[in-house]
Every structure is written in structure tokens, then in C-alpha cells.
């Protein structure tokens, strides 16, 4: 039989499997004084609150389970859920891309033909070269014209330096609205095609470090989980040099079935945007 602590039912398998022990302290939460708080599972917790969560839980679960059922939902996944540090990069297309060298038109036509090929067979891509030279735009730029021409791809866009700082956030337990690591690296495995923004960046080739345990578990759980789908990583490293810094499985998946685009010979992009305002 389930216990009643005001209005709130604990069930019973909770009972049975953890014990209860209900306590003296209320919570002081406006609106739930008059729940006791209980010890659950080794944790002191107000039972109103559990509830609550819990509700919360299911209904996010319900949303994104709503959002993934339509063609227009997962066109909407791009701009709802990717993680970025300026959410401008989300409006950049590749027919905004400067290509005023050879070398840049090269870049540009190439991302064209990667975008056929995803759509066609599920690609990986790797861009690499010096920072500034418009990784990120072109990334975005291959997704935004997957999303409008494939009505099932489901298309995201992941700072990886965000992502990471974002996951450190999710286990302090002050922060109790925020997403989990299962949350992010699940809505990750959810598209059809990811860019990973990035990668190394945390990372310097002037020492010998490696990546961290953390770094390695997470890029790990990622890529392991993206067969048959298509992943596109941008790194100011090219794939040699990463090999240094990063766990050979992480390099051997970034490589599998992969088109190199390299931006050695393009030009800084911040310093023409700088001069167009000067």
C-alpha cells in the first residue's frame, strides 16, 4: 500500500526497494511548507519536488519524442538544439562564405559535392587548417543545405569546447534544471548528420599532453554511437596531428569513410570582416 505524505504518494516499489524514513524538516520551497521532507535512497529529498521532477522528466521526454514525428520538427532540430558560443553561426550558409581566391572558390565547390555525397551515402567529413579560415561557416553551411533539401535528415551543429563545459556544468548538483550528460550525448546520437565544431582546440601542439580521460570518454561515447550516420569535424589540427593528443579509436572512427577538405591556403576571414567595418 502506498505511504501519503499530504497529498503526494510514495509508491511502494520505492518503499520496498529503498526504505523511507520520513522527517521532522519541511521544505522551504514557497508552496511546499507543509510536505515533510523524507530520506530516500540515502538523500534527504521533499517528496512534492520528487514529483514535480519527475513530471518535468516526462514531459520533456514527451516534447522531443513530438519533435522527431514530423518532417518539419526535424528541419526545426538544427536551430532548437545545437550548442554554439555565437548563435549568429546559425545563420551562415555557404552563399555566404568569402571566396574571393582559387583556393577558397576550391573550398566552397568542395562543399557543395560533400553535401551530394551525405545525402547519398552518409559521409564522414573532416575540415582542417589554421583558425579563422571559416571551418565553422562552411559546416554550417553543409547542414543548412542538407536540411533544406533532405526532409529525413535530422541535422545539429556541436561546439565540442561548449559541449564540454556545458556536461562539467551538468554534474555540479546546485544546477538542477540543466540537461545531463545522457541528455546532450543523446539528443548527439538523435541526428542524422552532426558537425562536431572544434575539435583539439583544448588541446596544444607546442606540449606533449593528451587529451583527458573526460575528453576521451566523452568524443568516445560519440563517435562510437554515429554508425551508418555522418559526422562532420572541423580542427585547426589536421588527422596527424591530432593522432598525438587524441585515443587512436576516436582518430580511426573520424576516419572511416572520410572526405578531407583542407583550408591550409585560405586566408584569415576575420580579417577581411574586420576590414569591411573599418
Given amino acids: 500500500m502506498a505511504l501519503k505524505m499530504g497529498c503526494i504518494e510514495v509508491p511502494p516499489s520505492i518503499i520496498e526497494k529503498t526504505g523511507y524514513i520520513e522527517l521532522d524538516e519541511h521544505c522551504d520551497k514557497p508552496g511546499h511548507e507543509k510536505f515533510s521532507m523524507m530520506l530516500l535512497n540515502n538523500e534527504v529529498i521533499c517528496p512534492k519536488c520528487w514529483v514535480e521532477n519527475k513530471d518535468k522528466q516526462i514531459q520533456v521526454e514527451q516534447m522531443e519524442k513530438h519533435l522527431l514525428n514530423s518532417t518539419k520538427d526535424k528541419k526545426d532540430y538544427l536551430k532548437r538544439f545545437s550548442i554554439v558560443h555565437n548563435k549568429s553561426i546559425l545563420d551562415k550558409g555557404l552563399k555566404d562564405y568569402i571566396n574571393k581566391t582559387n583556393a577558397e572558390s576550391e573550398i566552397k565547390k568542395q562543399a557543395s559535392e560533400v553535401t551530394r555525397k551525405i545525402i547519398e551515402n552518409q559521409r564522414n567529413v573532416f575540415l582542417f587548417g589554421p583558425a579563422g579560415t571559416g571551418k565553422s561557416h562552411v559546416a554550417m553551411g553543409i547542414l543548412m543545405n542538407i536540411n533544406a533539401i533532405s526532409n529525413d535528415r535530422r541535422c545539429?551543429?556541436?561546439s565540442v569546447p561548449k559541449l564540454y563545459e556545458l556536461i562539467r556544468k551538468s554534474y555540479n548538483s546546485q544546477y538542477v534544471d540543466t540537461l545531463t550528460e545522457d541528455d546532450y550525448l543523446t539528443r548527439l546520437n538523435k541526428a542524422d548528420v552532426l558537425v562536431l565544431d572544434d575539435i583539439g582546440a583544448e588541446l596544444s601542439m607546442n606540449t606533449n599532453k593528451q587529451a583527458s580521460d573526460f575528453v576521451t570518454r566523452i568524443l568516445y561515447s560519440i563517435?562510437?554511437?554515429?554508425?551508418?550516420?555522418?559526422?562532420?569535424?572541423t580542427s585547426n589540427h589536421s588527422i596527424e596531428q591530432l593522432g598525438f593528443i587524441l585515443?587512436?579509436?576516436?582518430i580511426s572512427r573520424i576516419k572511416t569513410d572520410v572526405v578531407y577538405i583542407d583550408f591550409g591556403k585560405v586566408s584569415d576571414k576575420r580579417e577581411i570582416v574586420s576590414t569591411l567595418k573599418s
Avoid: Y
Wanted: proline share 0%; net charge neutral; glycine share 6%.
Fill in 247 to 250: 585515443d587512436e579509436r576516436i
Fill in 156 to 158: 545539429l551543429f556541436v
Fill in 223 to 233: 563517435l562510437n554511437a554515429r554508425e551508418g550516420k555522418s559526422t562532420i569535424v
